[in-house]
């Protein structure tokens, strides 16, 4: 069974930097297309950044210019590096993949997730 699991996060002031790390455990990974979704207390939950098989990427207009989406093979881990961060950046983050590839523009696959991590906080203070 594929298992997502999520690492890195915490807590940052704003204006400030964090990374997190989802690795898989499907050796056959690099053929998903992966992404970064985030849940706001009170909120839906929205797309954030994608990678697809490729190495191409898509972003939500909102973390454009802050955040890098990146796939590592050699460690099997989807990377979302970020940047600049803001309050409203405040959430519970996830990795989700899928077997379809293709990406949209507004930072997510083209496909629903099939695959899920549990989450990971990242809170940003003012």
């Known amino acids: 069974q594929v298992q997502l699991v999520e690492s890195g996060g915490g807590s940052v002031q704003a204006g400030g930097s964090l990374n997190i790390s989802c690795v898989v455990t499907d050796p056959t990974w690099h053929y998903y297309c992966m992404g970064w979704f985030r849940q706001a207390p009170g909120k839906e939950r929205e797309a954030v950044a994608a990678?697809?098989?490729?190495?191409?990427?898509t972003y939500a207009d909102s973390v454009k210019d802050r955040f890098t989406v990146s796939k590592d093979n050699s460690k099997n881990t989807l990377d979302l590096q970020m940047h600049n961060l803001k309050p409203e950046d405040n959430a519970m983050y996830y990795c989700a993949a899928t077997t379809g590839n293709g990406l949209n523009t507004r930072g997510a696959c083209n496909y629903d997730a099939q695959y899920w991590g549990k989450g990971i906080l990242v809170t940003v203070s003012p």
């Open positions: 990678a697809d098989s490729d190495g191409s990427t």
